[in-house]
Nanobody, 116 residues
């Protein structure tokens, strides 16, 4: 079965960095686009970044452009989100997502808290 497992979240001060990782299994990872979403308390889940199957194309929410970088390692079935210059408004639970055979799959999420 499809499994997505996020890791790398934590507490960081404003201006700091974190790298999130999503380990995928149960499907042919290199054949599917991947994305990161986040959900802050009281807000709807929103797209943060997406990456194509090969990794040749990426897209970002305006709020994270220039600060976050999505990448993937198809040999390791892993998608990464490098987050730099973090701001308090980046505080949220971050989720990995893919659409496989017409169904959407989410990981369990990893908490990112940006606070001094």
């Amino acid at each position: 079965q499809v499994q997505l497992v996020e890791s790398g979240g934590g507490l960081v001060q404003p201006g700091g960095s974190l790298r999130l990782s999503c380990a995928a299994s149960g499907f042919t990872f290199s054949s599917y686009a991947m994305s990161w979403y986040r959900q802050a308390p009281g807000k709807e889940r929103e797209l943060v970044a997406g990456i194509t199957r090969s990794g040749s194309s990426t897209n970002y929410a305006d709020s994270v452009k220039g600060r976050f970088t999505i990448s993937r390692d198809n040999a390791k079935n892993t998608v990464l989100l490098q987050m730099n210059n973090l701001k308090p408004e980046d505080t949220a639970v971050y989720y990995c997502k893919t659409d496989w055979r017409g169904q959407t799959y989410w990981g369990q999420g990893t908490q990112v808290t940006v606070s001094s």
